[in-house]
């Protein structure tokens, strides 16, 4: 029995090595910085994107699509924050069909966006590729009712080893993580903190700066924070609030690279 034609008679056939349902090509790449604040910072990662894919419909970018039957814009994530925690560092990078200036896309964009999903900053894209600008972030972590002394002695204790590893259970199961190799960097310093009446350490609050390496799996804040549990118990009497402030290529001094680099344009939100 012969089978159906592979396409109808009245359908023309793609040439060969031409895609089926061809986009518009993508003609320019923008790379965007945005933050992710307040009690949007417990949005997952897919949440986010599909945010910013119906932003980018209602803004009218012209977007780029994938080929194909089922064409998705063409919108490129990097080093996504976990979900809970708050970030002033996210990136993405969008491939448009038509040349559009940076300043007309954050503006767009953030006015079709939610309150708490805020665009900061636009680059033309330049080589090298973003991921490839991207090799460490910095976190800042607030924990309340932790006096800063505690924190600090905590911290001298985690640097002074060479290894620290801790388990992270994840949905394929319990990896194995050295939170001490990914840690380039961390200080502890202090703040007034106002916790509920009858909470142990009302008053004080130790924050956490700590700049991770990007490894596989990423460590991730609460990896940190479980590690200077392991060396010192410190844990905090009330849930932790990190936020990343910072992502970048770590130089030799400690400092994070702007990904974006000259030119852009920056919004203050």
Sequence with gaps: MSGAPAYPSDVPRPKAGEAANPAPPTVARVRIRFAKRGRLRFLSHRDVA????????????????????????????????PTGTASEAE???????????????????????????????????????????????????????????ALRA??????????????????????????????????????????????DGAGVCAILTAVVRQTTPAVRPDDVLGALDVVAGLRSPVPPKATRTAQGLLDDRGDLADPLGPPRVTTQV
Aim: glycine share 6%.
């Design 50 to 81: 599909r945010s910013v894919e119906r932003a980018v419909r209602r803004a009218g970018v012209p977007v780029s699509h994938s080929h194909g039957f089922s064409p998705h814009p063409r919108l490129s994530w990097v080093g996504a924050a």
């Design 91 to 149: 990136y993405l990078e969008i491939g448009l069909t038509a040349p559009v200036e940076p300043s007309e896309l954050v503006t767009a964009l953030d006015a079709a966006l939610p309150d708490g999903l805020d665009i900061l900053d636009a680059a033309v894209a330049e080589p090298p590729s973003l991921a490839d600008r991207i090799d460490a972030s910095r976190w800042v972590v607030e924990l309340p009712g932790v006096a800063p002394d």
């Design 154 to 199: 905590a911290v001298d204790a985690l640097l002074a080893l060479d290894t620290l590893v801790v388990e992270r259970v994840t949905p394929s199961g319990r990896r194995q993580i050295d939170v001490r190799a990914a840690l380039a960097s961390a200080t502890a310093a202090g703040s007034h903190d106002s916790l509920p009446s009858g909470t």
